[in-house]
């Protein structure tokens, strides 16, 4: 989509206002943290992948090299090595919690009707993603009146937040959060996708690091 249809919909302002309501329709990108950085949810590891480029062994239906098996040597001889191809895509290795804070993100909707989902990852120590608010009585960013905060960012993410707490309380798990999260509003198009970008390479981010520390 254009950014002019992007700021129609959510009619976000080109930069972050004094008193700017939280609970206004738009994106935000958030990044929540364990305590200390320390990796409850889990380790990134990296799972090869083998992919088959030999063409003989591809659409057998209409291929006519796998018809006649018995006299086909590409049936005989199984793809060597060379003609595998191996593609390494690092993910998080779950604990318990990492599992529940994956459960209770893609739940957020489901006690928050107003919000939509965008691109995230559950990293061993912290949470990127991305929100959208789309409230249809709410056209525009309106100044925050500091009253009962029920529907905005923070409310969001404190219930998100509790409900891993409640889950790691109730089955005597060492977790805590980091009382604080970042936030940032996203403005435009080219934005939003360059933080899309950044959320998905993170696990290879971190794998990098990891190998090659500084």
């Not at 690092?90 to 107003?114: M, N, Q």
């Not at 056209?139 to 891993?164: C, E, I, P, Y």
């Amino acid at each position: 989509m254009s950014n002019e249809k992007y700021l129609n919909k959510y009619r976000i302002p080109s930069a972050r206002l004094q008193g700017y309501d939280y609970g206004a329709n738009g994106a935000y990108f958030v990044t929540i943290c364990t305590q200390k950085k320390i990796p409850y949810f889990g380790e990134i590891i990296s799972a090869a992948v083998e992919t088959d480029n030999n063409p003989s062994l591809v659409n057998g239906d209409n291929n006519p090299s796998i018809v006649n098996g018995d006299n086909n040597p590409s049936l005989v001889n199984p793809p060597i090595a060379a003609d595998l191809e191996t593609d390494f895509h690092p993910s998080l290795r779950e604990t318990a919690i990492g599992k529940i804070a994956y459960d209770c993100w893609v739940a957020i909707p489901d006690h928050f009707p107003f919000v939509a989902l965008d691109e995230f990852v559950i990293m061993p120590d912290h949470i990127h993603g991305i929100l959208f608010f789309n409230k249809p009585y709410q056209h525009d960013w309106m100044a925050n009146t500091f009253g009962r905060q029920s529907q905005n960012l923070g409310s969001v993410l404190r219930g998100f937040k509790a409900s891993v707490k409640r889950f790691a309380n109730s089955n005597n798990i060492e977790f805590e959060w980091q009382s604080r999260y970042h936030d940032r509003i996203i403005r435009d198009e080219n934005e939003l996708n360059r933080i899309r970008l950044y959320i998905k390479n993170n696990p290879t981010i971190w794998l990098k690091d990891e190998l090659n520390p500084h």
